[in-house]
């Protein structure tokens, strides 16, 4: 059973840049929430995505959107990049009979120059 | 609104010896409550969580938890330290009556294990 996979692990790009970040949830979950982690932070809530819509959001601007696709995978997109969006991009999933529990994937590395 | 406070930055602790990682929470409700452990330059393990029931919780890796209502606590224990436990601990909380499954995560303590 695959738990939560991310990929790119890791990458670098230049400000003003565009990125996409992409995730496939646990088997099973049909939820999937998307966290930022500063260096030395605990995970800062982006936005949650279910049924292909955003349905909550954190306090993140506008340059923050998502996706998600009828097989619940997700991506993160961040336009317009800046040397703070540095940080490790982790994306979470969960089932939405339960929902109690979120278990998180690997990350994403995204170095901002 | 919903908080966590994780007043330790870091625990030291001599392997062998008992460990505990603070954490108290705020919210409008009951809680939920849950730790994970994070290990270098990887995402964020489930180790436990409290619901509702037996204050005492019990996860992976020989880890508990003990939930407190009167002091808004929920403090994450383990009778015997391995070195292997050394990494970031996050304690988190979500308002049960809430909607959506958006916890709010603490800073994070660093647990280090002497040999």
């Known amino acids: 059973d695959a738990g939560v996979t991310q990929s790119p692990t890791h990458l670098i790009k230049t400000r003003g840049q565009q990125v996409t970040l992409r995730c496939s949830p646990k088997?099973?979950?049909?939820?999937v929430s998307w966290y930022q982690q500063a260096l030395g932070q605990g995970p800062q809530f982006i936005f949650q995505y279910y049924e292909e819509e955003e349905r909550q959001r954190g306090n993140f601007p506008d340059r923050f959107s998502g996706h998600q696709y009828p097989n619940y995978s997700s991506e993160l997109n961040v336009n317009a990049l800046l040397l703070g969006d540095s940080a490790l991009y982790l994306c979470?999933?969960?089932?939405?009979?339960?929902?109690?529990?979120?278990?998180f994937g690997e990350g994403s590395w995204l170095t901002v120059v | 609104a919903q908080s966590v406070a994780q007043p330790e930055d870091q625990v030291n602790v001599a392997e062998g010896n008992p460990l505990t990682v603070k954490c108290t929470y705020s919210v409008s409700g009951n809680p939920y409550l849950f730790w994970y452990v994070q290990y270098p330059n990887r995402g964020l393990q489930f180790l436990l969580k409290?619901?509702?029931?037996?204050?005492l919780v019990k996860g992976s890796y020989g880890f508990e938890a003990e939930f407190n209502k009167s002091q808004t606590s929920f403090h994450l224990k383990k009778p015997s330290a391995l070195v292997s436990d050394s990494a970031l601990y996050f304690c988190a909380v979500r308002d049960v009556s809430r909607l959506g499954y958006i916890p709010t995560f603490g800073r994070g303590t660093s647990l280090i294990v002497h040999p």
């Open positions: 409290y619901i509702t029931g037996d204050n």
């Open positions: 979470a999933s969960s089932p939405t009979a339960s929902g109690n529990t979120i278990y």
């Open positions: 088997s099973g979950h049909d939820t």
